[in-house]
């Protein structure tokens, strides 16, 4: 259950990479015609709790992010992570800076990048970029560096879905996802303002997430493949970062 993500995971679900100053008000979802039964007629904030606990019930799940605005969001372009309860496993592809491994287990992130990520990640490590380029490069969470590394780790984290999970949400909408119909709720949540779509079949799963900083949608993320069999293991070739950096 995704109660027990490992550590990492867990302490770096509130380091977002988004930047820019985030609405309280971001613009109404668009809505459709779906009639409004069962659990669309029920108070959002009885919506917000099943949602956030059938969600943080699953196994496991698959989610693929779009950023809208890479100036925003370090250059990053989209990002697509498998999360299980050994951690996570995924890639960001990103503006010039080529495209980020990346596999979070209980307390060490590891990280494959090029040197230009690696130079635009931290100013730390900047000097030693072309030492780190193309290698599995471990970062624990006693390592001095690995502040550079979490917000990385932080966008693979199931848990910055449920980071608004007690904070008072507001409709916003009725829509679908892949035909599936679903309700919007705007709820504050981990750096801003997110639209959560909770499936209106089925289990009341968090389907989708979309945030946003004024009047710009600032990425967009489809959540699916709940409860498949993910393996997660650590990189057999990961070389510790201090080891990279004598």
């Given at each position: 259950m995704f109660r027990r993500l490992p550590l990492a995971v867990m302490l770096?679900?509130?380091?977002?990479?988004?930047?820019?100053?985030?609405?309280?008000?971001?613009?109404?979802?668009?809505?459709?015609?779906?009639?409004?039964?069962?659990?669309?007629?029920?108070?959002?904030?009885?919506?917000?709790?099943?949602?956030?606990?059938?969600?943080?019930?699953?196994?496991?799940?698959?989610?693929?992010?779009?950023?809208?605005?890479?100036?925003?969001?370090?250059?990053?372009?989209?990002?697509?992570?498998?999360?299980?309860?050994?951690?996570?496993?995924?890639?960001?592809?990103?503006?010039?800076?080529?495209?980020?491994?990346?596999?979070?287990?209980?307390?060490?992130?590891?990280?494959?990048?090029?040197?230009?990520?690696?130079?635009?990640?931290?100013?730390?490590?900047?000097?030693?970029?072309?030492?780190?380029?193309?290698?599995?490069?471990?970062?624990?969470?006693?390592s001095p560096l690995f502040p550079a590394v979490a917000p990385v780790a932080a966008l693979g984290s199931m848990s910055r879905f449920l980071a608004g999970c007690f904070n008072p949400p507001k409709l916003a909408g009725l829509g679908s996802v892949n035909g599936i119909p679903i309700i919007y709720l705007h709820v504050h949540g981990g750096s801003g303002?997110?639209?959560?779509?909770?499936?209106?079949?089925?289990d009341p799963l968090i389907l989708s997430m979309t945030q946003f900083s004024g009047a710009r949608t600032l990425s967009t993320t489809s959540i699916g493949a709940f409860n498949s069999a993910i393996a997660i293991s650590a990189p057999t070739n990961a070389t510790p970062i201090a080891d990279l950096l004598k």
């Open positions: 770096l679900s509130g380091s977002l990479v988004l930047g820019g100053c985030f609405a309280s008000s971001p613009p109404p979802t668009t809505t459709t015609t779906f009639p409004k039964t069962g659990l669309a007629v029920e108070a959002p904030s009885r919506i917000l709790y099943k949602a956030c606990g059938s969600t943080r019930d699953v196994s496991s799940a698959t989610f693929t992010t779009s950023f809208l605005h890479p100036a925003l969001s370090n250059n990053y372009l989209s990002g697509t992570w498998k999360v299980g309860p050994g951690g996570s496993v995924g890639t960001i592809q990103t503006k010039g800076m080529g495209q980020a491994s990346i596999i979070s287990t209980p307390l060490t992130v590891y990280l494959k990048a090029s040197a230009a990520f690696w130079t635009q990640l931290s100013a730390s490590v900047s000097a030693h970029a072309k030492a780190l380029a193309g290698t599995w490069v471990a970062v624990s969470i006693s303002t997110q639209a959560l779509g909770i499936a209106l079949k089925g």
